[in-house]
DNA sequence: GCGACAG
DNA sequence: ATCTTGTCGC
């Protein structure tokens, strides 16, 4: 741990007035999902993001390395784990993404600064968060129908969107990262959506670096 | 002090 | 996140 946990949480307050949260300029044909795997007992970690073609979900490229972290994980600075890796990945690829989702919060943080919020400043991009589990804020249960959803609410600000993501399902945790608004964020991630709870964009990057890990396929830069 | 707490 | 097979329920 290069930063202190107090360094740290003053970094994320600087880097809050940067965040810019309005709607996508241009449609968008490309998404993507990144995603780490760590070792049980060591520092490695495998980060990995697929890009998928946005009707169709079909694969268009990925890219996947193996590395080391170097902070542990600790509730409200994930980034600081996690950034190095994905940063890694994410210059691995030739052709970047209209917008990428990362596991993990965007604004929907006790400093509005996530994962997907801290990356997509990072690297001036669209970002999108989403989480399997709340971290900050309050919310209503949303209907049990695909697609309902209720804003989470925290300090009277609306910070993100607990979405249906399948019917009779937990929710999952949505909000916009970086240069995206909460319809942009909902309705990509909708699309983004099968017959499974998770997006193809993160079951896809989970799929990709889990196998990265058990040796069953190469790191590097592949296009289809 | 107590409970909460992305991956 | 990670350790792991079967099993219950829609």
């Known amino acids: 741990m290069y930063i202190s946990v107090k360094e740290a949480k003053a970094k994320q307050e600087k880097m809050r007035e940067q965040v810019v949260i309005k709607p996508l300029e241009k ?3 490309t998404v993507a999902g990144a995603d780490l795997s760590f070792d049980k007992n060591s520092d490695k970690v495998q980060a990995g993001i697929v890009i ?4 169709g979900l079909k694969v268009v490229a990925r890219s996947a390395v193996t590395t080391e972290v170097d902070f542990t994980y600790i509730p ?3 980034a600081f784990r996690e950034l190095p890796p994905l940063k890694k990945a994410w210059k691995l690829l030739k052709i970047k993404p209209d917008v990428l989702i990362l596991d ?4 929907a943080h006790p400093r509005r600064l996530g994962l997907a919020t801290h990356f997509g400043i990072l690297m001036d991009h669209p970002t999108i968060g989403c989480a399997k589990n709340n971290l900050t804020g309050n919310f209503e249960q949303p209907r ?3 697609g309902s959803y209720r804003y989470i ?5 609306r910070i993100g969107i607990v979405l249906r993501s399948r019917t009779n399902v937990n929710p999952i945790f949505v ?3 970086h240069k995206v608004s909460f319809e942009d964020s909902r309705e990509i991630v909708m699309r983004c959506l099968s017959r499974y709870k998770l997006p193809e964009t993160t079951r896809k990057a989970h799929a990709l670096v889990n196998r990265l890990r058990r040796g069953e396929t190469e790191p590097g830069y592949i296009e289809f």
Do not use: W
């Not at 998928?52 to 009707?55: D, F, G, S």
């Not at 993990?104 to 604004?107: A, C, E, N, Q, R």
């Not at 609410?153 to 600000?157: M, V």
């Open 104 to 107: 993990g919060h965007g604004i």
């Open 52 to 55: 998928l073609r946005l009707p």
């Open 27 to 29: 449609e968008i044909s």
């Open 144 to 146: 049990s129908e695909k």
């Open 175 to 177: 909000s916009p990262g």
């Open 153 to 157: 609410i925290d300090d009277g600000e």
């Open 76 to 78: 409200g600075l994930l």
